[in-house]
């Protein structure tokens, strides 16, 4: 079965990001794979260790999204391919859906597992949207995959959501955004490293995945930082921890906050 699991180069979380006339920089601060794609690419490697199969990583985006493919190759996937070209340097979703779409088809995955989220952009809407192009079922916020018949082409998943764990049967081919629950993503091995460091990727043009430059949909209109907080700080004092609370309630009372 060949899995393909899509993943982000994004701006490290720990980034101060600063917006100025509209544009967003990160300063210094390194591009990693988007953290909860990393979830995405375990659970590929444990399905495909369960029941046989292998997993390509693709990444959209230029030159430096290798990085985050060269994570999932170090992590264990034994493919990976840059998705990239100048005609998708401001795709909206749509577009981006479409790209990831050709390149699951391209490969003949009969699995595409995506992050929740990616936590630049924060849209959460790529794997169902590529699931759309592709006409294939769409399992979001998976937190485990109990059943999977290669063969019956059926998976059975249990979705993650606010009241509990839904359980659902799909038929495959299909697309999975996976949640952290589902495990925790191993670290990448010495001599997986090593063999990232060495991979030739490759790179898929839009001519190569036989689709036309896709036109926006939604245009982005601006971007600014949210308005700075003012914040301020008081230690409370008092001579037992009794006075110190009762003071602090006063506080929290006086202030409206209950
Ligand atoms: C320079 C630039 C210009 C942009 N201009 C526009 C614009 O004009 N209009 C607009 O609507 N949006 C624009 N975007 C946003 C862009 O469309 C989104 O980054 C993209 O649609 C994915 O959405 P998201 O990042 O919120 O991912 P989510 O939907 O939050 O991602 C969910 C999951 O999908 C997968 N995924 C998402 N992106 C990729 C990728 N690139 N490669 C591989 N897997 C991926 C990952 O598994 C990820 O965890 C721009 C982005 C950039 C960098």
Same mark, same amino acid.
């Given at each position: ?9 994004? &701006? ?10 509209? #544009? ?5 601060? &390194? ?35 290798k990085e985050a493919l060269k994570h999932a190759l170090a992590m264990g996937c034994q493919q990976a391919v ?36 990616? /936590? ?6 790529? @794997?169902?949207?590529?699931?759309? #192009? ?10 485990? #995959? *109990?059943?999977?018949? @290669? ?9 993650? $959501? ?10 495959? *081919? ?10 925790? @993503?191993?670290? *990448?091995?010495?001599?997986?490293i090593r063999k990232a460091a060495q991979a030739q990727i490759p790179s898929w043009t839009l001519a190569d995945?036989? /689709? ?14 949210? *308005? ?6 008081? $230690? $409370? ?6 006075? $110190?609370?009762?003071k602090l309630v006063d506080k929290i009372i006086g202030e409206g906050v209950l």
């Amino acid at each position: 079965m060949k899995i393909a699991v899509f993943v982000k180069q994004v &701006p490290d979380s720990a980034a101060k990001i600063t917006v100025e006339n509209g #544009v967003v920089s990160w300063g210094d601060a &390194p591009l990693v794979i988007n953290p909860w794609d990393e979830y995405a690419v375990e659970a590929a490697l444990l399905l495909a260790e369960k029941h046989g199969g292998e997993v390509t990583a693709y990444s959209l985006g230029d030159e430096n999204a290798k990085e985050a493919l060269k994570h999932a190759l170090a992590m264990g996937c034994q493919q990976a391919v840059l998705i990239s070209d100048p005609a998708l340097a401001n795709a909206d979703t749509a577009a981006v859906a479409r790209a990831l779409a050709a390149a699951a088809q391209k490969d003949g995955a009969e699995l595409a597992l995506f992050g929740k989220q990616a /936590i630049d952009w924060d849209s959460g809407v790529t @794997p169902s949207m590529t699931a759309r #192009v592709l006409g294939w079922p769409a399992l979001s916020l998976v937190a485990a #995959v *109990p059943a999977l018949d @290669p063969a019956g082409k059926t998976i059975k998943v249990e979705r993650a $959501i606010e009241e509990g764990r839904q359980v659902v049967e799909s038929r495959l *081919p299909a697309a999975l955004s996976i949640v952290k629950d589902y495990a925790e @993503p191993r670290y *990448p091995s010495f001599m997986g490293i090593r063999k990232a460091a060495q991979a030739q990727i490759p790179s898929w043009t839009l001519a190569d995945l036989g /689709i036309s430059a896709p036109a926006n949909t939604v245009e982005t209109l601006g971007i600014s930082a949210p *308005p700075a907080r003012e914040v301020s700080n008081e $230690i $409370i004092t008092g001579d037992s921890p009794a006075d $110190i609370a009762a003071k602090l309630v006063d506080k929290i009372i006086g202030e409206g906050v209950l």
